[in-house]
């Protein structure tokens, strides 16, 4: 196994721990409000220090973004950690057991390494850059499905950004009309596991952050499948928006979708 991967995966089950013993006990859970219809608790900002401190430890150059710390520049800009340290923090404060950590390592702008962790089940999602994608260290592939017809997608809410509501409404009615069904989980980096692992066939989301989908994106693609924006390019970790699924399913997706796009969203 790498050695990256291999820190990540410590720092995943860390941070994993004390997210599952807090979710057993939620007297010691804060929740404070950090923008609209966003929430942040202590357990997330303990998950994200435990992770930071274990990459850090042994990778003291390296770089990281992570949602609520941001950005700590390190000294060698090739090695970038991309964090969610609590993916799913509603979930967690409801008292659905569906939440996870997520870590990503970029070298040199490329997706390299990847943990998704759900601690509640103790799945362990792992990829490594051409080395293919694993669920408790058992390859996992993308199903090849080659149309929409029949299948289950995921997806999740533009909760957030509530004026894409009308848009994303076309889009979800033009593809439940086509699929078996449609599920709205409430974790964006299981989502993207669930596709790598042949659960749910595809998934799309608009206004998602770097660090929902990082380390997704990377498992989705070493498990055989694609990720794109809504055009079928490059720019979801900019723009957010987000679609994967095996190449087939993923380009009648994006057909389906196209006429419904706001011209943000063709960006
Ligand atoms: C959220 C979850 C959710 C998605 C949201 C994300 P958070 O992450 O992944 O499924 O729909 O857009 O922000 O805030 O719980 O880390
Ligand atoms: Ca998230
Ligand atoms: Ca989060």
Redesign the pocket.
Known sequence: MHPMLNIAIRAARSAGSVIARAFENTDKVSVESKGSN???TNI?LEAEQIIIDTLLKSYPEHSIVS?ERGVIEGTNPDYQWII?P???????VKGIPH?AVSIALKVKGKLDQAVIYDPIRGELFTASRGNGAQLNSLRVRVQAHKEVAGTILAT?????QKASTDAYLEMFKTLFLKTADIR????????LAYVAAGRVDGFW?L???P??TAAGELMVIEAGGLVTDLMGGHNHSKSGNIVAGSPRLLKEILTDIRPHLTPAMKL
Do not use: H, M, Q, Y
């Open positions: 966003d929430i942040v997330d949602e969610d609590l993916d799913g923090t509603s979930n967690f939440f999740g809410f533009p909760f957030k709205r989980a409430g974790c964006a980096s299981l989502d989301e206004g998602l952050k660090w929902d």
